[in-house]
């Protein structure tokens, strides 16, 4: 067995793999092969024993439920079923996440034991608020942190997700139109490398929208942006830092043209991760902007589960933001959520209740361990981690956008892939077997064949090194003519690849009943 320059084992020539061996129960070493839960078997038992039910249903006209097809499981079965699954995915707590624009950064294991603390983990949402006061006081501390940071005076809590954020501040912008005795202006100006759920977000509030220029280097067109302001324009999105990794260096004069048309200023809060701690967006002349707690402030990321994306508004939208906030009186903290004179000029309400009172809890935990200064170091160690990276591929992988730093992401096209007959999709496909996530590809849609990698501040020197590394072998292979590796991979992975067009166009999403021999 021969080492690599990292100290680490190389396989070496005719070992189990290279020479195509394969296990012959489909088992990979440790990684044991697990089919769907209703291939297990165990039809007829349970892993559970209940007692007889002492009444029969004659009294539910006929109202019971039907014997449902599902497999039983004993306990341990059922534990290492979830276990195998589990070993399957990508995590971020097995190696780096590079997905750009996505921020997949740790965890804290302190979040999660603040947010299971009685009293946080419990909480019903039509609890009396005289017994939910100290939650009722973390709300209104991450508020506060919030609107400091952001340098805005207002935070709506309750939107649950980003796109959930956009949606609450172009509500708040329509309102503020409307009170204004300007409800025509019926146009949102968006710039091309925006995220989508910006015009789809829009679109979806009922206004038109039309795409801004891109300048050369990947920043908004000015010119183009200033053409199209005008007085049917009722806002501008703008993602900063932008989905290409830049920072938007003519902020200020977007700001003030904007603004200058009578239209408010939407800021994309995405990557806020990238300057948290350093610029406060209020600064910039931001009217309203959406803060994911799961990318900058550490909760757990997407999953379909509790998300959190709080809406800062600057003073002239503040009066429109939806119920309900906290507020302090002589008895204590209360929500305001009735549109009584405290919210006169509210839109309304994002949701039934409050928000996600265990992201509130996550967030704030990582406020308060890491402090104003080491917030600003996690915005300093995102952006050099993500210079590091571009520094470290740019002489075998093209940058995008070559002159000047990035910020949180480094951002490469596939001018370097001409001549391979590799395209991104098998250079992403071959990093699976490596042991990475991909990186997002062919996104933003402005640079050819994109390779957007974002490795966050969570990453060590050795963890970028060890990336790096994958990432430049891989490169060179695919200048090597080894199209095999590329064409075909994932060669290791618990499924080879799939028709990806058939897959998108009639996806598999439900099992199949089949017979069941009793047990």
Partial sequence: MTMNNVGRPTRPEGDAQASGFTSLTGGKGLVQDEPLIFELGGWTKTGVDLPEASQDASDLAGLTRA???????????????????????????????????????????????????????DLHPLAPVATTQGALALMDRLAHWLKTLTGMPAVALSPKAGAHGELCGLLCIKAAHEAAGQAHRRTVLVPTSAHGTNPATAAFVGYNVTEIAQTPDGRVDLADLEAKLGPGVAAIMVTNPNTCGLFERDILEISRLTHAAGAYFYCDGANFNAIVGRVRPGDLGVDAMHINLHKTFSTPHGGGGPGAGPVVLSEALAPFAPAPWVVSGADGLRLVEEPTAEAASAFGRMCAFHGQMGMFVRAYAYMRSHGSDGLRQVAEDAVLNANYIKASLADVMTPAFPDGPCMHEALFDDRWLDGTGVTTLDFAKAMIDEGFHPMT?????????????????TESKRELDRFCEALRALANAARGNDKDRFKAAPHLAPMRRLDETLAARKPTLAWKPQAHAAE
Avoid: W
């Avoid at 050819?448 to 490795?455: D, F, Q, R, S, V």
């Fill in 441 to 457: 590809m062919y996104f933003p849609l402005v640079v050819h064949g994109a390779m957007l990698i974002e490795p966050t501040e």
């Fill in 67 to 121: 014997e449902l097809p599902l497999p039983g499981l004993s306990e341990p079965e059922a534990m290492r079923h979830f276990v195998r699954l589990s070993q399957k995915n990508h995590a971020i707590d097995l190696a780096l996440y590079p997905l750009g624009s996505c921020t997949m950064k740790h965890n804290p294991r302190l979040n999660e034991k603040a947010a299971r603390l009685p009293g946080f983990a």
